[in-house]
Nanobody, 124 residues
């Protein structure tokens, strides 16, 4: 069974750092591209950071210069390094990835997956 499992959320004081991880498991060939979203109470889910198949990155204006998205291809794991955290960063963070999955015989296909979400709380 293919799944994305997130970890690394928690409670941190303003100015602190957290590193979120998103581990893909199952018949994974590779992570093609991935993104992190967040949803604060009463607000819509928003895109925080994205990483393309060619390793280009993009960030929401609100997190530029503070957050860094990356991936470890050998471990099929993605990360979101969050520095200089602010109370307004408080939200549930979700990992989203397009995974290349093995069909066998050297063939693969792409499919889209979401993690279960991890809570990040930044206190003032």
């Amino acid at each position: 069974q293919v799944q994305l499992v997130e970890s690394g959320g928690g409670l941190v004081q303003a100015g602190g750092s957290l590193r979120l991880s998103c581990a893909a498991s199952g018949s994974i060939v590779s992570i093609d591209r991935m993104a992190w979203y967040r949803q604060a109470p009463g607000k819509a889910r928003e895109l925080v950071a994205a990483l393309t198949s060619s390793d280009s990155t993009s960030y929401a204006d609100s997190v530029k210069g503070r957050f860094t998205i990356s991936r470890d291809n050998a471990k099929n794991t993605g990360h979101l390094q969050m520095n200089s955290l602010k109370p307004e960063d408080t939200a549930i963070y979700y990992c989203n990835a397009v995974l290349k999955l093995s069909l066998g015989w050297g063939k693969s296909y792409d499919d889209n997956y979401w993690g279960q979400g991890t809570q990040v709380t930044v206190s003032s």
